[in-house]
């Protein structure tokens, strides 16, 4: 009964909003019914928490999306992949957002030892074996929030390496110097916070070109 309210009210409440918008901004409705030229592509978890146009103040249209359990980024994803190529490559946005954020159930069931479901405990697989790679100073950590800070973090820099590594990302790069960046959104302040490691260093961006540019 209270899922069937929320959806009646969701209904409401998108009716209200599709009022306001026509109210304050006129041409947006009927501009984005033409098409859309958004500058962003966000790379983010699916919780419900995290919902990025609203975190960052924005408008429809103003972010492209991808989200999942955790923001991980599987080599043989097909989805994760295809919304990548078609943002860089047809959309042509010119920054890409890959996001974690605190509280993340995802990073917080790779850093046990119970099962979530096969689905599940294959999709985590990438975040686990960063805390395989980074046992001995998880361990000295005093608490698990300073361990699940620590690997939501680890888990956005492999997901940035990963973004730069393919090829339609390097051309853009290259071409037309569109920037990859990893953020972390903290969900107890509403903030965006920049992830120390991201930005890519001379010797990261040559052993890219040299290893992963694709002519």
């Not at 959806?7 to 009927?30: C, E, F, G, Q, Y």
């Not at 592509?41 to 429809?60: A, F, Q």
């Not at 103003?62 to 078609?86: C, G, K, P, Q, T």
């Not at 608490?143 to 973090?153: G, I, K, N």
Request: aromatic residues 4%; neutral net charge.
């Amino acid at each position: 009964m209270a899922s069937e309210n929320a959806v009646t009210r969701a209904h409401a409440s998108n009716k209200d909003w599709a009022s306001s918008i026509a109210s304050t901004h006129p041409d947006l409705l009927p501009s984005l019914a033409k098409g859309q030229a958004p500058p962003i592509l966000w790379i983010g978890c699916s919780d419900s928490r995290v919902p990025e146009t609203t975190i960052l103040g924005l408008k429809p249209g103003d972010v492209f999306v991808h989200r999942n359990i955790a923001n991980i980024l599987h080599a043989s994803d097909m989805s994760s992949l295809a919304v990548i190529e078609y943002a860089v490559a047809v959309l042509k946005v010119q920054h890409v957002m890959l996001s974690g954020h605190t509280g993340c159930g995802g990073v917080n069931a790779a850093l046990g030892n119970a099962s979530v479901g096969s689905v599940l405990d294959g999709w985590l697989m990438p975040v686990r074996k960063l805390r395989a790679q980074f046992e001995t100073k998880l361990a000295g950590m005093a608490s698990h929030e300073e361990r699940a800070a620590f690997l939501t973090r680890e888990n956005v820099r492999q997901g940035v390496k990963s973004i730069r590594s393919m090829g339609v990302v390097d051309k853009a790069i290259r071409e037309r110097g569109m920037d990859v960046q990893g953020v972390v959104y903290n969900v107890g302040t509403g903030l965006l916070e920049g992830v120390e490691g991201t930005e890519e260093q001379p010797e990261e961006r040559s052993c890219r070109e040299t290893v992963f540019r694709v002519m």
